[in-house]
């Protein structure tokens, strides 16, 4: 059956507010850190562009059309909200910052979980999609998107190579997950920050 019109929309819809808000804001801010020199910010926003990077890898294995693709979606929006509100410390020091760049941080921080909380249960509705033999035609249309980000980007690389970098970017995304939840561990080098706050 072929997706309905308002779906289609809400995807691409999805995707536009994926770019401004995961990837074009968080950049401008942490130019912004580091031209104000506000270390809790760049940071925070260093660890955000870890973790975030998992919907990159989405895209990637998203172009090839592999179902796994629709697990690590769902599991990147839900580790992006954790990543933006886990650091305390962090987070009470830009609080604390009378600085514009920590203000529009904090305004950047509710909106992107507004639009996460909103997208984890959209997109959550399709992680069925991830053990399926074949998709659907409703899980085949959040390809689209990403195939339109290969016509600008890649359009003369194969789709298999493409998803094979989705692969391998998959693999070392889990090994460094595994590495830093390590790091984490009561007494690791993470589970003490100083803050170097700014005022």
């Known amino acids: 059956m072929i997706p309905q019109g308002w779906l289609v ?46 919907l990159a890898v989405t895209v990637y294995l998203m172009i090839a059309g592999l ?31 009378r600085t514009w760049a920590a203000r529009v941080f904090l305004l950047w921080r509710w909106s992107l979980t507004g639009y996460m909380g909103v997208g984890i249960l959209f997109s959550g509705a399709f992680v069925p999609c991830a053990f ?6 409703a899980c085949r249309a959040w390809l689209a998107p990403p195939l339109g980000f290969r016509e600008i980007f890649h359009p003369n690389v194969p789709v298999e190579l493409l998803g094979g970098v989705g692969a391998f970017g998959l693999v070392a995304y889990l090994l460094y997950s595994v590495y830093f939840v390590w790091r984490l561990r009561p007494g690791g080098p993470l589970n003490s920050i100083s803050t170097g706050a700014e005022e």
């Not at 697990?71 to 509100?85: N, P, Q, S, Y």
């Not at 987070?91 to 604390?96: E, F, R």
């Not at 399926?132 to 035609?137: A, F």
């Open 9 to 54: 929309d809400a995807i691409w819809l999805d995707y536009s507010l994926a770019v401004a808000l995961t990837v074009v804001l968080p950049l401008s801010l942490l130019v912004w850190a580091f031209g104000v020199g506000l270390r809790p910010l760049i940071q925070l926003l260093i660890v955000y562009w870890r973790v975030s990077s998992l």
């Open 67 to 97: 179902p796994v693709s629709f697990l690590t979606g769902a599991m990147a929006r839900l580790l992006i909200l954790v990543c933006v509100w886990f650091w305390a410390d962090w987070s009470a020091a830009l609080q604390q910052s």
């Open 132 to 137: 399926r033999g074949s998709l659907s035609e």
